[in-house]
């Protein structure tokens, strides 16, 4: 088995450079995990730091989450300085959470997003994919 095993990594590595692994638990090997670039996962929440100011990356979620069909919970939605959270919900009761927060770097915001009560990190990524992606007015 063990020199099964190598000539697949040598195969694969010969084929296409891949980046070294942060994580080497024996988790991470029995459930491999396909990191989206630039995002980051916490368990519940899924975040990236964005290129653009809070105010653009506020009117950004804000559009994202409307056009994917959530509903903003306005009196749970709160802006104070360069820090904001957005709350909303579907339809169907999922719920969404965004973050927002001015990043250490000038021009530069972190963003967080859970969707669902126990975080569903592909639900969560695609958000952060739309808000990078979303037109706004």
């Not at 009117?59 to 989450?65: I, V």
């Not at 409307?66 to 709160?78: C, L, Y």
Request: aromatic letters at 4%; proline letters at 2%; a positive charge.
């Amino acid at each position: 088995a063990r020199s099964q095993k190598s000539t697949i990594s040598s195969e694969t590595e010969s084929a296409e450079p891949r980046e070294e692994k942060k994580s080497s638990g024996i988790v991470s090997k029995i459930f491999p995990t396909k990191e989206q670039a630039g995002y980051s996962w916490d368990g519940q929440a899924s975040s990236a730091t964005l290129e653009m100011k809070v105010d653009s990356a506020y009117a950004r979620s804000m559009a994202t989450l409307k056009s994917m069909g959530f509903v903003i919970k306005e009196e749970q939605s709160k802006r104070q300085g360069s820090n904001a959270r957005i709350q909303g919900s579907k339809a169907d009761q999922t719920q969404v959470s965004v973050w927002l927060e001015d990043s250490a770097s000038p021009g530069k915001t972190v963003v967080k997003v859970k969707v669902g009560s126990l975080g569903d990190r592909t639900g969560s990524e695609r958000v952060l994919d739309e808000i990078q992606t979303v037109k706004t007015k």
